[in-house]
């Protein structure tokens, strides 16, 4: 493989610049690009083996697991919590005068078309919910970030309008 043998789109490498990225659900404000430093997603099938005298015969179906995360700047990460606490509040998910944010679920979606190019490029991440927060604040000119990993029930690529998952 040369140097140059790189995925390129009409000459132009696809970069974070052309990324968008959507939040949204239960009437919650959209989250914009520049509010997020970065989306980490994974999607795993674990497969089951039957055997016989020993050696393998067959395989199950499977079942699909997947893991999401968001890292967001401090002024993203206060976008969504607004967010989701109206969200949690309409639904009731309150204890007292605290809005239990965690319980509100919502969507992600992950879309980039590089310059010169009329491709879309999707990824889905549905039915998200919220599993922790950690805020990440150092001395010096960077900007406050916080990592905030989900529960999602299924992430798909789109492909030609429809949604393409693992099972």
């Given at each position: 493989?040369?140097?140059?043998?790189?995925?390129?789109?009409?000459?132009?490498?696809p970069s974070w610049a052309d990324v968008e990225v959507l939040i949204s659900g239960l009437d919650m404000?959209?989250?914009?690009?520049?509010?997020?430093k970065a989306v980490n997603t994974s999607a795993t099938v674990e497969v089951g083996t039957q055997y016989?005298?020993?050696?393998?015969?067959?395989?199950?179906?499977?079942?699909?697991?997947?893991?999401?995360?968001?890292?967001?700047?401090?002024?993203?990460?206060?976008?969504?919590?607004?967010?989701?606490?109206?969200?949690?509040?309409?639904k009731g998910y309150v204890r007292g005068d605290l809005a239990r944010i965690s319980l509100v679920n919502?969507?992600?979606?992950?879309?980039?078309?590089?310059?010169?190019?009329?491709?879309?490029?999707?990824?889905?991440?549905?039915?998200?919910?919220?599993?922790?927060?950690?805020?990440?604040?150092?001395?010096?000119?960077?900007?406050?970030?916080?990592?905030?990993?989900?529960?999602?029930?299924?992430?798909?690529?789109?492909?030609?309008?429809?949604?393409?998952?693992?099972?």
């Amino acid at each position: 493989m040369a140097n140059n043998d790189f995925p390129l789109y009409n000459g132009v490498a696809p970069s974070w610049a052309d990324v968008e990225v959507l939040i949204s659900g239960l009437d919650m404000p959209l989250l914009q690009s520049e509010d997020v430093k970065a989306v980490n997603t994974s999607a795993t099938v674990e497969v089951g083996t039957q055997y016989a005298g020993g050696r393998p015969k067959a395989r199950t179906t499977g079942q699909a697991s997947y893991e999401a995360s968001l890292t967001l700047y401090r002024s993203g990460y206060d976008k969504l919590l607004r967010g989701l606490q109206a969200a949690a509040e309409a639904k009731g998910y309150v204890r007292g005068d605290l809005a239990r944010i965690s319980l509100v679920n919502f969507n992600v979606t992950l879309r980039h078309t590089p310059p010169g190019s009329d491709a879309i490029f999707e990824v889905q991440m549905l039915g998200c919910r919220v599993l922790a927060r950690t805020l990440n604040s150092t001395q010096g000119t960077d900007p406050d970030e916080v990592e905030v990993p989900l529960s999602v029930l299924e992430i798909a690529d789109v492909v030609d309008g429809k949604n393409v998952v693992l099972l």
